[in-house]
């Protein structure tokens, strides 16, 4: 496990970049962690540092937004996801293996993400913009 301290908002977007150098293009990013810890941020700087062009925001309603970039980018929010009846009608599997899959609230979906998914644990940091990452499954 890799752990990052990243200061203020740059040191999260430093985050974003180094994960973004790591990737193949199929890998599954699985985000943990609270309401404000910066999941959309870092999905920001991911796809910024891969070439995308167009606003990144929170798929919170959309459930799934598509981005364009060096890799396809699938950004899902599972947050109102609650059964496995919900994460059918997401598509989320026929997503696998298509692109580079970045997913909000993970815990909604722990038991339906593939073993080799990147799992990237967000907590507060010594400020108030501060966080830390624990990083599974990507070496950067």
Do not use: Q
């Amino acid at each position: 496990m890799t752990v990052i301290n990243a200061e203020g908002l740059k040191g999260t977007e430093e985050v974003g970049r180094r994960i973004a150098g790591a990737l193949e293009g199929t890998e599954v990013i699985a985000f943990f962690g609270g309401l404000g810890m910066g999941k959309t941020t870092l999905t920001r700087s991911i796809a910024e540092a891969l070439g995308c062009e167009d606003d990144v925001s929170s798929p919170t309603f959309a459930i799934v937004n598509e981005y364009k970039a060096r890799f396809n980018i699938y950004h899902f929010d599972m947050y109102r996801i609650t059964s496995w009846d919900d994460l059918y009608s997401t598509g989320f599997f026929d997503y696998l293996d298509t692109g580079v899959l970045i997913i909000e609230w993970s815990e909604n979906i722990e038991n339906a993400l593939p073993d080799s998914a990147v799992r990237i644990t967000i907590k507060p940091g010594k400020t108030e913009d501060d966080r830390i990452f624990e990083i599974e499954g990507l070496d950067i």
